[in-house]
Protein backbone atom coordinates (compact mmCIF):
# COMPACT_ATOMS: atom_id res chain seq x y z
CA UNK A 1 0.00 0.00 0.00
CA UNK A 2 1.50 3.24 -1.13
CA UNK A 3 0.74 6.24 1.34
CA UNK A 4 1.42 10.29 0.56
CA UNK A 5 3.81 12.05 2.49
CA UNK A 6 2.80 12.34 6.21
CA UNK A 7 2.44 16.09 7.74
CA UNK A 8 1.78 17.44 10.78
CA UNK A 9 -2.46 18.39 10.09
CA UNK A 10 -2.49 13.92 9.85
CA UNK A 11 -0.77 14.51 13.28
CA UNK A 12 -2.16 17.05 15.49
CA UNK A 13 -2.85 15.81 18.66
CA UNK A 14 1.02 14.48 18.53
CA UNK A 15 2.77 17.78 16.72
CA UNK A 16 1.90 20.82 18.76
CA UNK A 17 2.40 19.27 22.30
CA UNK A 18 6.07 18.10 20.83
CA UNK A 19 6.66 21.08 19.25
CA UNK A 20 5.83 23.23 22.53
CA UNK A 21 8.16 20.65 24.36
CA UNK A 22 11.29 21.37 22.05
CA UNK A 23 10.47 25.40 22.59
CA UNK A 24 10.18 24.65 26.45
CA UNK A 25 13.32 22.68 26.69
CA UNK A 26 15.19 25.11 24.53
CA UNK A 27 14.04 27.82 27.01
CA UNK A 28 15.15 25.75 30.19
CA UNK A 29 18.49 24.88 28.18
CA UNK A 30 19.22 28.83 27.75
CA UNK A 31 18.48 29.16 31.26
CA UNK A 32 19.90 26.79 33.03
CA UNK A 33 23.69 26.76 30.72
CA UNK A 34 24.23 30.45 30.88
CA UNK A 35 27.06 29.98 33.78
CA UNK A 36 28.73 26.93 32.67
CA UNK A 37 28.95 28.27 28.88
CA UNK A 38 30.32 31.84 30.33
CA UNK A 39 33.02 29.98 31.93
CA UNK A 40 34.09 27.47 29.64
CA UNK A 41 33.58 29.23 26.49
CA UNK A 42 33.57 33.17 27.36
CA UNK A 43 30.30 32.74 25.85
CA UNK A 44 27.07 32.51 27.98
CA UNK A 45 24.93 31.78 25.21
CA UNK A 46 26.68 29.12 23.70
CA UNK A 47 24.73 25.73 24.77
CA UNK A 48 21.85 27.97 24.16
CA UNK A 49 22.78 28.23 20.31
CA UNK A 50 24.31 24.68 20.13
CA UNK A 51 20.88 23.62 21.20
CA UNK A 52 19.08 25.51 19.18
CA UNK A 53 20.85 23.51 15.94
CA UNK A 54 20.13 20.65 17.71
CA UNK A 55 16.34 21.60 17.44
CA UNK A 56 16.44 22.14 13.76
CA UNK A 57 18.53 18.60 13.30
CA UNK A 58 15.84 17.42 15.41
CA UNK A 59 13.11 18.89 13.38
CA UNK A 60 14.42 17.66 10.28
CA UNK A 61 15.15 13.96 11.71
CA UNK A 62 11.29 14.20 12.28
CA UNK A 63 10.14 15.07 9.23
CA UNK A 64 12.21 12.23 7.47
CA UNK A 65 11.51 9.86 9.67
CA UNK A 66 7.60 10.57 9.54
CA UNK A 67 7.96 9.99 5.65
CA UNK A 68 8.89 6.09 6.10
CA UNK A 69 6.36 3.48 6.14
CA UNK A 70 5.92 0.82 9.08
CA UNK A 71 6.36 -1.75 6.33
CA UNK A 72 10.01 -0.99 5.94
CA UNK A 73 10.73 -0.92 9.43
CA UNK A 74 9.83 -4.26 9.91
CA UNK A 75 11.68 -5.30 7.02
CA UNK A 76 14.89 -4.43 8.85
CA UNK A 77 14.27 -4.19 12.63
CA UNK A 78 16.28 -7.45 12.68
CA UNK A 79 19.36 -5.12 11.16
CA UNK A 80 17.99 -2.02 13.52
CA UNK A 81 19.16 -4.24 16.36
CA UNK A 82 22.87 -5.33 15.25
CA UNK A 83 23.21 -1.74 14.18
CA UNK A 84 22.25 -0.56 18.02
CA UNK A 85 24.88 -3.98 18.91
CA UNK A 86 27.67 -2.08 16.59
CA UNK A 87 27.34 1.12 18.13
CA UNK A 88 27.38 -0.27 21.41
CA UNK A 89 30.84 -2.20 20.23
CA UNK A 90 32.36 1.07 18.78
CA UNK A 91 32.25 3.08 21.97
CA UNK A 92 35.52 0.55 22.87
CA UNK A 93 37.24 1.60 19.81
CA UNK A 94 39.73 4.55 20.43
CA UNK A 95 39.20 6.97 17.89
CA UNK A 96 35.56 6.15 17.64
CA UNK A 97 34.61 6.25 21.33
CA UNK A 98 34.66 9.15 23.15
CA UNK A 99 34.98 9.15 27.39
CA UNK A 100 33.28 11.26 29.61
CA UNK A 101 33.34 11.63 32.97
CA UNK A 102 35.08 7.71 32.99
CA UNK A 103 31.83 6.61 31.32
CA UNK A 104 32.67 4.89 27.39
CA UNK A 105 29.02 5.65 26.15
CA UNK A 106 29.55 7.82 23.00
CA UNK A 107 30.50 7.69 19.54
CA UNK A 108 32.38 10.42 17.96
CA UNK A 109 31.34 11.27 14.64
CA UNK A 110 33.21 14.84 14.53
CA UNK A 111 30.71 17.10 14.02
CA UNK A 112 28.76 15.57 16.66
CA UNK A 113 29.27 12.56 19.26
CA UNK A 114 26.28 10.09 19.79
CA UNK A 115 25.29 8.28 22.81
CA UNK A 116 25.02 4.42 21.39
CA UNK A 117 22.80 3.40 23.81
CA UNK A 118 19.91 5.89 21.86
CA UNK A 119 20.61 4.14 19.16
CA UNK A 120 20.35 0.28 20.74
CA UNK A 121 17.09 1.19 22.67
CA UNK A 122 15.10 2.41 19.39
CA UNK A 123 16.79 -0.73 17.84
CA UNK A 124 15.84 -3.21 20.51
CA UNK A 125 12.05 -1.37 20.47
CA UNK A 126 11.62 -2.76 16.92
CA UNK A 127 12.80 -5.79 17.20
CA UNK A 128 10.56 -6.92 20.14
CA UNK A 129 7.87 -5.66 17.90
CA UNK A 130 8.60 -7.30 15.42
CA UNK A 131 9.65 -10.87 17.27
CA UNK A 132 5.90 -10.71 18.94
CA UNK A 133 4.05 -10.50 15.79
CA UNK A 134 6.24 -13.37 14.26
CA UNK A 135 6.33 -15.85 17.14
CA UNK A 136 3.09 -14.87 18.29
CA UNK A 137 1.61 -18.14 19.28
CA UNK A 138 5.04 -18.94 21.22
CA UNK A 139 5.33 -15.66 23.01
CA UNK A 140 2.04 -17.06 24.34
CA UNK A 141 2.23 -20.01 25.24
CA UNK A 142 5.83 -21.20 25.61
CA UNK A 143 8.23 -20.49 27.95
CA UNK A 144 10.76 -20.41 24.94
CA UNK A 145 9.12 -17.43 23.47
CA UNK A 146 9.37 -15.21 26.56
CA UNK A 147 13.34 -16.03 27.26
CA UNK A 148 14.45 -15.93 23.46
CA UNK A 149 14.60 -12.14 22.90
CA UNK A 150 15.26 -11.51 26.28
CA UNK A 151 18.55 -13.36 25.81
CA UNK A 152 19.74 -11.50 23.03
CA UNK A 153 19.07 -8.08 24.90
CA UNK A 154 20.99 -9.71 27.82
CA UNK A 155 24.00 -9.19 25.18
CA UNK A 156 23.17 -5.99 24.67
CA UNK A 157 23.19 -5.33 28.58
CA UNK A 158 26.81 -6.56 29.27
CA UNK A 159 27.82 -4.19 26.40
CA UNK A 160 25.76 -1.48 28.77
CA UNK A 161 27.37 -2.44 31.58
CA UNK A 162 30.87 -1.86 30.68
CA UNK A 163 30.44 1.54 29.74
CA UNK A 164 29.16 1.76 32.17
CA UNK A 165 25.32 2.63 31.59
CA UNK A 166 23.34 1.00 34.26
CA UNK A 167 20.54 3.74 33.24
CA UNK A 168 20.20 2.85 29.79
CA UNK A 169 20.20 -0.62 30.85
CA UNK A 170 16.31 -0.16 32.68
CA UNK A 171 15.12 1.66 30.70
CA UNK A 172 15.56 -0.68 27.49
CA UNK A 173 14.89 -3.99 29.51
CA UNK A 174 11.85 -2.28 31.36
CA UNK A 175 10.78 -1.41 27.96
CA UNK A 176 10.61 -4.80 26.56
CA UNK A 177 9.50 -6.24 29.44
CA UNK A 178 6.01 -3.91 29.21
CA UNK A 179 6.07 -5.03 25.30
CA UNK A 180 6.16 -9.09 26.23
CA UNK A 181 3.63 -8.37 28.89
CA UNK A 182 1.35 -6.65 26.59
CA UNK A 183 2.13 -9.09 23.69
CA UNK A 184 0.47 -11.73 25.91
CA UNK A 185 3.23 -13.51 27.86
CA UNK A 186 1.64 -15.45 30.88
CA UNK A 187 1.58 -13.04 34.19
CA UNK A 188 3.21 -15.81 36.30
CA UNK A 189 5.92 -16.26 33.45
CA UNK A 190 6.22 -12.24 33.70
CA UNK A 191 6.08 -11.87 37.76
CA UNK A 192 8.27 -14.47 38.03
CA UNK A 193 11.18 -13.25 35.62
CA UNK A 194 10.53 -9.31 36.88
CA UNK A 195 11.87 -11.53 40.33
CA UNK A 196 14.54 -12.63 38.96
CA UNK A 197 15.76 -9.25 37.16
CA UNK A 198 15.29 -7.67 40.32
CA UNK A 199 17.65 -10.13 42.43
CA UNK A 200 20.10 -9.49 39.14
CA UNK A 201 19.85 -5.69 39.24
CA UNK A 202 21.00 -6.01 43.29
CA UNK A 203 23.71 -7.78 42.42
CA UNK A 204 24.97 -5.61 40.15
CA UNK A 205 24.03 -2.40 41.62
CA UNK A 206 26.21 -4.09 44.85
CA UNK A 207 29.00 -5.03 42.53
CA UNK A 208 31.06 -1.97 42.33
CA UNK A 209 32.11 0.43 44.78
CA UNK A 210 31.08 3.58 42.67
CA UNK A 211 27.30 2.30 42.80
CA UNK A 212 27.16 1.02 46.46
CA UNK A 213 28.35 4.72 47.18
CA UNK A 214 25.82 6.52 45.39
CA UNK A 215 23.09 4.36 47.14
CA UNK A 216 24.18 5.02 50.36
CA UNK A 217 24.15 8.37 49.44
CA UNK A 218 20.74 8.37 47.91
CA UNK A 219 19.92 7.10 51.47
CA UNK A 220 21.03 9.60 53.43
CA UNK A 221 22.38 12.28 51.40
CA UNK A 222 22.79 14.89 54.39
CA UNK A 223 25.16 13.09 56.12
CA UNK A 224 28.68 14.71 57.01
CA UNK A 225 30.46 11.81 54.65
CA UNK A 226 27.87 12.46 51.71
CA UNK A 227 26.67 16.28 51.85
CA UNK A 228 30.11 16.96 49.80
CA UNK A 229 31.41 13.71 47.99
CA UNK A 230 28.55 11.71 46.83
CA UNK A 231 25.07 13.01 47.64
CA UNK A 232 26.43 16.49 46.78
CA UNK A 233 24.41 16.67 43.30
CA UNK A 234 21.39 15.51 45.23
CA UNK A 235 21.41 17.94 48.18
CA UNK A 236 22.08 20.47 45.81
CA UNK A 237 19.30 19.70 43.68
CA UNK A 238 16.91 19.67 46.56
CA UNK A 239 17.78 22.99 47.79
CA UNK A 240 17.02 23.72 44.00
CA UNK A 241 13.74 22.16 44.73
CA UNK A 242 13.08 24.49 48.23
CA UNK A 243 14.54 27.63 46.49
CA UNK A 244 11.46 27.27 44.03
CA UNK A 245 8.29 27.05 46.50
CA UNK A 246 5.16 27.50 44.96
CA UNK A 247 5.96 30.77 42.11
CA UNK A 248 10.09 30.09 41.60
CA UNK A 249 12.27 32.71 41.82
CA UNK A 250 12.02 33.84 38.47
CA UNK A 251 12.76 32.81 35.22
CA UNK A 252 16.89 33.07 34.47
CA UNK A 253 17.54 33.77 38.46
CA UNK A 254 18.36 31.07 39.71
CA UNK A 255 21.59 30.35 41.97
CA UNK A 256 21.87 26.67 41.96
CA UNK A 257 22.74 26.59 38.10
CA UNK A 258 25.76 28.87 39.19
CA UNK A 259 28.10 26.20 39.64
CA UNK A 260 26.35 25.19 42.85
CA UNK A 261 24.74 22.15 41.07
CA UNK A 262 26.84 19.80 38.30
CA UNK A 263 25.22 19.22 35.35
CA UNK A 264 22.90 21.59 35.84
CA UNK A 265 21.58 22.29 31.98
CA UNK A 266 21.77 17.94 31.05
CA UNK A 267 20.60 15.52 33.86
CA UNK A 268 19.57 18.03 36.61
CA UNK A 269 17.82 20.65 34.26
CA UNK A 270 14.64 20.36 35.74
CA UNK A 271 15.72 21.35 39.15
CA UNK A 272 17.08 24.33 38.06
CA UNK A 273 13.31 25.07 35.87
CA UNK A 274 11.51 24.41 39.21
CA UNK A 275 13.94 26.55 41.46
CA UNK A 276 12.98 29.42 38.53
CA UNK A 277 9.24 28.68 38.02
CA UNK A 278 8.46 26.63 41.22
CA UNK A 279 5.77 24.10 41.44
CA UNK A 280 3.60 25.27 39.76
CA UNK A 281 6.06 25.89 36.33
CA UNK A 282 7.35 22.21 37.15
CA UNK A 283 3.90 21.01 37.08
CA UNK A 284 2.92 22.22 33.70
CA UNK A 285 6.66 20.84 32.16
CA UNK A 286 5.51 17.57 33.39
CA UNK A 287 1.79 17.23 32.30
CA UNK A 288 3.24 18.64 29.17
CA UNK A 289 5.30 15.06 28.85
CA UNK A 290 2.92 13.49 30.71
CA UNK A 291 0.28 14.49 27.82
CA UNK A 292 2.56 13.59 24.70
CA UNK A 293 2.98 10.17 26.12
CA UNK A 294 -1.16 10.04 27.02
CA UNK A 295 -0.82 10.40 23.12
CA UNK A 296 1.15 7.85 22.09
CA UNK A 297 -0.11 5.13 24.08
CA UNK A 298 -3.45 6.14 22.88
CA UNK A 299 -2.00 5.63 19.17
CA UNK A 300 -0.78 2.38 20.26
CA UNK A 301 -4.95 1.60 21.44
CA UNK A 302 -6.07 2.84 18.08
CA UNK A 303 -3.23 0.53 15.63
CA UNK A 304 -4.59 -2.14 17.96
CA UNK A 305 -7.96 -2.12 17.09
CA UNK A 306 -6.87 -2.03 13.11
CA UNK A 307 -4.92 -5.01 13.51
CA UNK A 308 -1.74 -3.55 13.00
CA UNK A 309 -0.13 -4.69 15.66
CA UNK A 310 3.55 -4.44 14.71
CA UNK A 311 2.59 -0.42 14.76
CA UNK A 312 1.16 -0.90 18.09
CA UNK A 313 3.84 -2.52 19.75
CA UNK A 314 6.68 -0.16 18.24
CA UNK A 315 4.31 2.81 19.75
CA UNK A 316 4.23 1.02 23.31
CA UNK A 317 7.72 0.53 23.16
CA UNK A 318 8.11 4.07 22.44
CA UNK A 319 5.98 5.08 24.99
CA UNK A 320 7.34 2.81 27.68
CA UNK A 321 11.15 4.32 26.52
CA UNK A 322 10.23 8.14 27.05
CA UNK A 323 8.19 7.49 30.13
CA UNK A 324 10.58 5.40 31.72
CA UNK A 325 13.49 7.66 30.98
CA UNK A 326 11.10 10.65 32.67
CA UNK A 327 10.50 8.68 35.57
CA UNK A 328 14.10 7.66 36.16
CA UNK A 329 15.53 11.29 35.70
CA UNK A 330 12.76 13.08 38.07
CA UNK A 331 13.62 10.24 40.63
CA UNK A 332 17.18 11.25 40.56
CA UNK A 333 16.09 14.83 40.66
CA UNK A 334 14.37 14.66 43.73
CA UNK A 335 15.85 11.90 45.70
CA UNK A 336 13.29 9.25 44.89
CA UNK A 337 16.07 7.30 42.97
CA UNK A 338 19.69 6.92 43.37
CA UNK A 339 22.01 9.62 41.07
CA UNK A 340 21.75 8.11 37.57
CA UNK A 341 23.26 10.20 34.36
CA UNK A 342 20.09 10.04 32.21
CA UNK A 343 18.63 13.10 30.59
CA UNK A 344 15.25 14.38 30.43
CA UNK A 345 13.19 13.90 26.80
CA UNK A 346 13.16 17.37 24.92
CA UNK A 347 14.69 18.98 28.03
CA UNK A 348 17.76 18.25 28.48
CA UNK A 349 20.75 19.78 26.63
CA UNK A 350 22.34 17.16 24.17
CA UNK A 351 21.85 16.45 20.73
CA UNK A 352 21.71 12.74 20.43
CA UNK A 353 19.15 12.55 22.92
CA UNK A 354 17.04 15.32 21.10
CA UNK A 355 17.24 13.74 18.07
CA UNK A 356 16.30 10.25 19.09
CA UNK A 357 13.25 12.15 20.82
CA UNK A 358 12.56 13.53 17.54
CA UNK A 359 13.14 10.27 15.62
CA UNK A 360 10.65 8.61 17.97
CA UNK A 361 7.95 11.09 17.32
CA UNK A 362 8.44 10.76 14.03
CA UNK A 363 7.75 7.28 13.81
CA UNK A 364 4.48 7.65 16.17
CA UNK A 365 3.41 10.24 13.61
CA UNK A 366 3.73 7.60 10.86
CA UNK A 367 2.12 5.00 12.97
CA UNK A 368 -1.03 7.79 13.05
CA UNK A 369 -1.00 8.98 9.59
CA UNK A 370 -1.21 4.89 8.81
CA UNK A 371 -4.09 4.18 11.02
CA UNK A 372 -6.09 6.97 10.01
CA UNK A 373 -5.99 5.64 6.48
CA UNK A 374 -6.71 1.89 7.78
CA UNK A 375 -9.29 3.44 9.49
CA UNK A 376 -10.73 5.44 6.28
CA UNK A 377 -10.56 2.16 4.38
CA UNK A 378 -12.39 -0.15 6.64
CA UNK A 379 -15.30 3.07 6.78
CA UNK A 380 -14.89 2.55 2.91
CA UNK A 381 -15.62 -0.73 2.64
CA UNK A 382 -18.34 -0.88 5.81
CA UNK A 383 -20.06 1.72 3.47
CA UNK A 384 -19.59 -0.02 0.68
CA UNK A 385 -21.03 -3.17 2.15
CA UNK A 386 -24.06 -1.41 3.12
CA UNK A 387 -24.85 0.11 -0.13
CA UNK A 388 -24.65 -3.57 -1.51
CA UNK A 389 -27.62 -4.68 0.75
CA UNK A 390 -29.44 -2.33 0.40
CA UNK A 391 -29.02 -2.79 -3.31
CA UNK A 392 -29.96 -6.36 -2.87
CA UNK A 393 -32.94 -5.55 -0.96
Given amino acids: MNFAPVSWQHNSSVFYPWLALLVLGWMMVASASTGVGEYLTGNSFYFTIRHAVYLILGVTVMFLVSQISLARWAKFDVLLLIGGFIGLILVFVPGIGHEVNG ?13 ASEIAKLGAVFYVAGYLVRREAEVKSQWSGFLKPLG ?10 LEPDFGAVVVLMGSAMIMLFLGGVKAGQFFLLTFATLILSSIVVTGEDYRMQRLLAY ?6 EHVYGTGYQLTQSLIAFGRGELFGVGFGESVQKLFYLPE ?7 AIWAEETGLLGAAAALGLLAFLIGKIWQISWAAQRQGMMYASYVAVGIASLLGLQVVINLG ?10 LT ?17 VGIVMRIAYETQVAEHAGEVITGEEKSGEADDE
Fill in 152 to 161: ILAAMVVLLL
Fill in 103 to 115: SQRWLNLGLIKIQ
Fill in 264 to 270: AHTDFVF
Fill in 219 to 224: MDPWSP
Fill in 332 to 341: VNTGLLPTKG
Fill in 344 to 360: LPFYSYGGSSLMMCCAM
